[in-house]
Structures are given as structure tokens and as C-alpha cells.
């Protein structure tokens, strides 16, 4: 065992992008951070795997947002290597593709005049009789584009991604992910193309040349030149509190446990597992409500293709129930130096379950077999075309928004409060449903709260309308329902 002895350090726990914008934002404030990362690689969901040489995206993730400083911190990161990208996705539904997001041509003629009228007809009747309380998603959806549009573009994908009804999952998720999108803003966005976006009608987005993971292994390196360290296999197993301060991080790595002092501490582990490595522990009512907290997790099951061209979308989403896959991404259209060999394209089908589940826990051979049969099922590529596979799992990429989770959230949250060196920030770290740009605002408010006395509430990034920050035309809020649920 080592005990790290020497100054307090300012103490941040992973390196994802919410942990490393923290680590950053304390350089900038003349603090030199001590980043710990569990795992073995940089970027925490929003990392890009190798596998020989192929580069894949936990998912696809596109660099978009309302804030200008995040804006700028990518671009200073990256320099040219962050490109700009355009955006085309579809829906795979009943054997056709229609374009996401909706443009009502192409769904009219996908559809059909007699299902285009139907969902016309559903669309006026649930304007006039809407459901009066929303509640869930189903309620939000319905009221939003008619329940015929709800049925057809929303419920098989979403319930994929949720393992639960639609009738189960909170209003919440729908009210903030696909927040400025209604069957009317389809239709004004196809009426008057020059208009600003609704947020889930983004047509460009930015993507560094190697992955989201060349931002963040970029980054690190960066906290490390400037002073600050960023270590891998470090992980956060005990957080020693006292008189409402946490004293000392203790983190288990190769070397042994090492004990680290701590002035303040920036946590993006899971809130839940922040709770539970406390030492004395939280109160019971704490970790009752921890327990209540659930999330969903996915796998990526990675495939090398013998084909240059397999479509030409970023993804696709796959509204069809005859097939589990939810969605696949075909990385060179995101960059072509995802792949190594142009003649080839690496394709990832995204499989949504829950940790220790049927799918989860399918070997990874079956699992490549099952990519590779109904990618052929749905007439993407034969399967012999399929040279080689890996599968990736990610636990936890999901906070999910069931009916207990607020409650239990609330009480996390005033219990927290009462540290004063401690910050729960990012996605996990306060179960919200937060992208890159929001997780990091995250990390860089704590930061300036704690070091510079600013009072922003972290709380209301991606979540109230009333977070402006100075020059935003817009709130910083949802991006869309199409950064990864889209
Ligand atoms: C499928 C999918 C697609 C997405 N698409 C987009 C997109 O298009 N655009 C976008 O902006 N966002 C997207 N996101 C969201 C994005 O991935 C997250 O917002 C972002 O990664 C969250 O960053 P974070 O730092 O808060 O958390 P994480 O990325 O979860 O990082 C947390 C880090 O903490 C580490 N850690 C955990 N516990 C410990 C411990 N005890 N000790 C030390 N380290 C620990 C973890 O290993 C991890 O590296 C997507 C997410 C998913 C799941």
C-alpha cells in the first residue's frame, strides 16, 4: 500500500469528457489536478476502441453545441483534426428507409396516401383531444405528433433502447431529448429551410478525424504537459470524509491501494457508486435511494465488412421488431480515417440491454454471429462478406428516468450538498441524461464555483430554460433526441 503524502491535491474522478473539461478548467485557475480513470483508456463512453486498427464510437458521437466555450476548447484541442461533418440518418421501418428527421415527402411516399392520411388524421385528433396529463412518453409523444407517427417512428426503437413501454417511461426523457420537434416543426423546417433548427433537426455536426476518443486522449495529454496528471487504472474506491470534507481518495490500481489527500474533489464516477464508497457510509435513507437509481447499458458489436460502400448514412436506426439490433453506424461515413483500409467499411450494430442480461452476457462469439445474421436479414450485406468481429459492452450509458428516479435523485442531491469539497458532475455523476458539451459544463461550473465563488447551479445545464451563458442565443439544453437516441 502507498500513501501518497505531499500538498492536498484537487482530486477529479474519471477521465471522460466532464472529468478532463474539470481537470482542464483547474489548470486554468492555477490548480494542478490529479485525474484518476478506472479503466484503461481515456474518455469514458465517448472513448474510440482499436480493434487492428479499425477505430470504433461507442455509439456515434456527434460534437454539437450551443456553447460557445465548449465550442472553442474542442477546436483549441483538436486544431484541423476536428472536422465538420454532414448528417444523414434514417429509420429503418417495415423494409423501407425513410429519412430522420422526418421530411414529410419521403415519409408520404414510404408510407403510402392511405397511412400518410392516417397519420394526418391522428395528428389533428390528438391536437384537439390531447392528453390532458402527460406523464410518460407515450403521453408526450402522442400529443406531440399524433399517436399513428408515435407508433410507427417512436415506440419499437424506444423501447428497444429502454427495455420498458413507452407507457412506463417518464414524459421527462421525451420533454428533454426531443425538446423543439413536433410534427409542426417537421413541417416548418421542410416549409422554410433557412430557419434556425429545432435541436433534433442539426443537419452538420463536428468529428475529430480518429473518433471521439482523439478529443479526450488529446485533452489528457494536455492536463499532463501543463501539470497536471491524468492516471489510468486508478479507480476511486473510497472516499474518506470528515466534518462534511472529504480527506482522502483512496484508489486501487495495479501498483496496490494508494491513498491520496484531497482539498476538493470533482466525482463523474456514477452517483449511485459515489454514495456506496463512502467512508463513514451515507445514512441508510441515502443509500436506499442510491439502490432506487437504475440505468441501461449497450453493447457494440463490431463488424469489419468486405465492402467500400455499405450505405451512405452516419446511422440507422432500426424500427423493426423481427430483428434486436437498434441501431447501426457505419464509422467511415463519420470519418473516413476510422478505417485503415478503404475497401473495407467497419460497421457497429448497437445492441441495448441491461447488465447481466440474456444479451449481455452472450458470448462474444454468438454475439458476432447474431450481428452478422441480421445485418444479412435486413439486407445490408450478405454475411460472408464479414471478415472479422469484437464486441464492446458499456455498463451504465443509460441513467434511466423510471417513476422512482427523481425522488431518489433529490435526496442524493440534498444529501451532497452537504460536503464542501465534494462535486458530483457529468452524465452518471447526476444521473442526466447529459452529452459531451453538457457533461463538461458540468466539470467547468463545479470548478469555478468552488475556486472562484461563482454560484452557477450545475443542475440547470441541459435541463432549464433559464441556464444562459453570456452570448447564447439559446439555452443550453437538450441537443436532440438524436445525439444517441435520436
Ligand atoms: C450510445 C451513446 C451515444 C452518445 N452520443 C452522443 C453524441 O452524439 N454526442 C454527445 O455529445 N454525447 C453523446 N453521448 C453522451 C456522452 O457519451 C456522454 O455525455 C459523456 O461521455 C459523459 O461524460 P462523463 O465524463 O460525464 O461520463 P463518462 O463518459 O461515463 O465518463 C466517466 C468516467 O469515469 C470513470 N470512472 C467511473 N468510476 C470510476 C472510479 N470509481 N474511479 C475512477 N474512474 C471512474 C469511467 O471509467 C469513465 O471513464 C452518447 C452516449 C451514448 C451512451
Redesign the pocket.
Known amino acids: 500500500m502507498t500513501i501518497h503524502e505531499g500538498e492536498d491535491t484537487a482530486i477529479v474522478?474519471?477521465?471522460?469528457?466532464?472529468?478532463l473539461a474539470a481537470g482542464a478548467e483547474l489548470l486554468r485557475q492555477g490548480v494542478k489536478p490529479l485525474v484518476?480513470?478506472?479503466?484503461n483508456i481515456i474518455?469514458?463512453?465517448?472513448r474510440t476502441q482499436n480493434y487492428k486498427g479499425y477505430h470504433f464510437d461507442?455509439?456515434?458521437?456527434?460534437?454539437?453545441t450551443k456553447s460557445k466555450e465548449v465550442k472553442e476548447l474542442w477546436e483549441e484541442i483538436l486544431g484541423d483534426e476536428f472536422l465538420k461533418r454532414p448528417r444523414l440518418s434514417r429509420i429503418l421501418y417495415n423494409g423501407k428507409f425513410y429519412k430522420y428527421p422526418p421530411e414529410p415527402i419521403d415519409a408520404m411516399m414510404g408510407l403510402g396516401v392511405f397511412e400518410s392520411v392516417r397519420v394526418i388524421l391522428s395528428y389533428f385528433k390528438w391536437k384537439i383531444f390531447p392528453h390532458r396529463e402527460v406523464t410518460t412518453f407515450e403521453h408526450w409523444v402522442t400529443n406531440a405528433f399524433g399517436k399513428r407517427l408515435f407508433q410507427i417512428f417512436f415506440k419499437t426503437y424506444t423501447e428497444k433502447v429502454w427495455g420498458m413501454g413507452c407507457d412506463e417511461l417518464q414524459a421527462e426523457w421525451a420533454a428533454q431529448r426531443i425538446q423543439g420537434m413536433s410534427l409542426k416543426t417537421v413541417l416548418m423546417n421542410f416549409l422554410t429551410p433557412n430557419k434556425p433548427k429545432a435541436k433534433s433537426l442539426i443537419e452538420e455536426f463536428h468529428y475529430p478525424r480518429l473518433g471521439p476518443g482523439m478529443m479526450w486522449e488529446t485533452c489528457a495529454e494536455q492536463i499532463d504537459e501543463k501539470g497536471g496528471q491524468v492516471k489510468l487504472e486508478?479507480?476511486?474506491?473510497r472516499l474518506v470524509h470528515e466534518d462534511q470534507q472529504i480527506r482522502k481518495v483512496v484508489?486501487s490500481c495495479p501498483e496496490g491501494d494508494t491513498h491520496y489527500k484531497a482539498s476538493t474533489v470533482f466525482s463523474?464516477?456514477?452517483i449511485t457508486?459515489l454514495i456506496f464508497?463512502l467512508d463513514p457510509p451515507a445514512p441508510d435513507h441515502v443509500i436506499k435511494a442510491a439502490k432506487a437509481l437504475k440505468y441501461r447499458a449497450?453493447l457494440t458489436v463490431c463488424l469489419i465488412v468486405d465492402q467500400d460502400k455499405m450505405f451512405a448514412d452516419n446511422w440507422i436506426y432500426i424500427h423493426d421488431d423481427t430483428v434486436q439490433v437498434g441501431r447501426i453506424q457505419c464509422y467511415k461515413n463519420w470519418s473516413a480515417d476510422m478505417v485503415p483500409d478503404q475497401s473495407k467499411s467497419s460497421i457497429g450494430l448497437?445492441y441495448f440491454c441491461n447488465e447481466g442480461d440474456e444479451l449481455w452476457t452472450m458470448d462474444d462469439e454468438d454475439l458476432v454471429a447474431l450481428a452478422t445474421k441480421e445485418l444479412e436479414d435486413i439486407g445490408l450485406t450478405a454475411s460472408d462478406k464479414v471478415l472479422d468481429g469484437c464486441v464492446y459492452r458499456?455498463p451504465k450509458?443509460?441513467p434511466v428516468y423510471d417513476s422512482d428516479y427523481a425522488e431518489a435523485l433529490e435526496c442524493i442531491k440534498e444529501y451532497m450538498n452537504g460536503f464542501k469539497n465534494l462535486v458530483s458532475?457529468?452524465?452518471?455523476?447526476m444521473h442526466r441524461y447529459?452529452?459531451?458539451?453538457?457533461?463538461m459544463l458540468t466539470g467547468m461550473h463545479a470548478v469555478r464555483n468552488m475556486y472562484l465563488g461563482q454560484s452557477v447551479d450545475i443542475w440547470k445545464i441541459n435541463g432549464e430554460d433559464e441556464y444562459l451563458e453570456a452570448g447564447e442565443s439559446e439555452p443550453i439544453s437538450t441537443?436532440s433526441l438524436a445525439?444517441?437516441v435520436k
Do not use: C, W
Request: glycine share 20%; hydrophobic share 30%.
Open positions: 474522478i474519471g477521465a471522460g469528457p466532464a472529468g484518476l480513470e478506472g479503466d474518455g469514458g463512453i465517448s461507442m455509439g456515434g458521437h456527434r460534437f454539437y486508478t479507480k476511486a474506491v484508489a463523474s464516477m456514477p457508486e464508497r449497450f448497437e458499456m450509458s443509460y458532475i457529468g452524465r452518471n455523476g447529459n452529452n459531451q458539451d453538457h457533461s441537443a445525439e444517441e
